[in-house]
Antibody, heavy 128, light 107 residues
Framework: EVQLVESGGGLVKPGGSLRLSCAASGLTFSNAWLTWVRQAPGKGLEWIGHIRSKTGGGTTDYAAPVKGRFTISRDDLENTLHLQMNSLKTEDTAVYYC???????????????????WGQGTLVTVSS | DIQMTQSPSSLSASVGDRVTITCRAGQSIRNYLNWYQQKPGKAPKLLIYAASNLQSGVPSRFSGSGSGTDFTLTISSLQPEDFATYYCQHSFTTPVTFGQGTRLEIK
C-alpha cells in the first residue's frame, strides 16, 4: 500500500523560509514522478510543481506564483520528497499535499498524467 | 495557462439522483482530463483519468466523458458518501490547472 506522509508545516513570518518533507513507502520511489499541490483555506486546488524520476531526467517544473521561490527536490535513498519554500508571502498560506504522479509514456510523449496517491497534507501559515 | 471552468459551482441533489458536472477547457486538451473528489479535511481522491477511465476501486456509478474542450462527470445514482467537492484537472501541458470545484450538497 502506497503511503505518503507530509511534515514540516507550521507558522512562519512573511519573508521567511520553510522546508516541507513527504516520506513515501509502498512504492519504488526512485521510479516515481512526484508533485506538490496546495489548497488555501476555503479555496480550490493549486498545482505547485513536479519533479521527474531520475530516469525521466530528474528535472522540475513550477507554477508561476512559486517559480524562483520554491524548490522541489528528492532523496531517492531516503524515499523522501522535499519542498523548500523561501521568501514566503501571506498568500502562500495553505495546506500542502504531496502526491505521486501516474505517468504513461509512448516514446517521449506523455499519454496519461494524473495524481493517484496523496498524502494527508500539512498546513503552512504565513503571518506576522 | 489553460483555464478550466466547472459548472455549476454548487449543486443540491438528493440520494438516488443522477448528477452531471461539466468542465470546459480554454483550449483543446484532447483527453488529458482527470476528475477528483474531495471531502472536508481530506486529501483529494482520483475518480476518473484520461477523461473516461474509472480509477481502480471507484464505484461504477461514476463515469466521465468528453474530449477537446468539453467534459462531464456523471454520478448515476447519488449515494450519501458522494456529497463532496469535485474538481476537474487538465494534464495537457504544464502548468497543470484545476477547475474551481463543484460543491455537491444534500437537498
Amino acid at each position: 500500500e502506497v503511503q505518503l506522509v507530509e511534515s514540516g508545516g507550521g507558522l512562519v513570518k512573511p519573508g521567511g523560509s520553510l522546508r516541507l518533507s513527504c516520506a513515501a513507502s509502498g512504492l519504488t520511489f526512485s521510479n516515481a514522478w512526484l508533485t506538490w499541490v496546495r489548497q488555501a483555506p476555503g479555496k480550490g486546488l493549486e498545482w505547485i510543481g513536479h519533479i521527474r524520476s531520475k530516469t525521466g531526467g530528474g528535472t522540475t517544473d513550477y507554477a508561476a506564483p512559486v517559480k524562483g521561490r520554491f524548490t522541489i527536490s528528492r532523496d531517492d535513498l531516503e524515499n523522501t520528497l522535499h519542498l523548500q519554500m523561501n521568501s514566503l508571502k501571506t498568500e502562500d498560506t495553505a495546506v500542502y499535499y504531496c502526491a505521486t504522479i501516474h505517468i504513461t509514456m509512448v516514446r517521449t510523449s506523455i499519454m496519461e498524467y494524473y495524481f493517484d496517491y496523496w498524502g494527508q497534507g500539512t498546513l503552512v501559515t504565513v503571518s506576522s | 495557462d489553460i483555464q478550466m471552468t466547472q459548472s455549476p459551482s454548487s449543486l443540491s441533489a438528493s440520494v438516488g439522483d443522477r448528477v452531471t458536472i461539466t468542465c470546459r477547457a480554454g483550449q483543446s486538451i484532447r483527453n488529458y482530463l482527470n476528475w477528483y473528489q474531495q471531502k472536508p479535511g481530506k486529501a483529494p481522491k482520483l475518480l476518473i483519468y484520461a477523461a473516461s477511465n474509472l480509477q481502480s476501486g471507484v464505484p461504477s456509478r461514476f463515469s466521465g466523458s468528453g474530449s477537446g474542450t468539453d467534459f462531464t462527470l456523471t454520478i448515476s445514482s447519488l449515494q450519501p458518501e458522494d456529497f463532496a467537492t469535485y474538481y476537474c484537472q487538465h494534464s495537457f501541458t504544464t502548468p497543470v490547472t484545476f477547475g474551481q470545484g463543484t460543491r455537491l450538497e444534500i437537498k
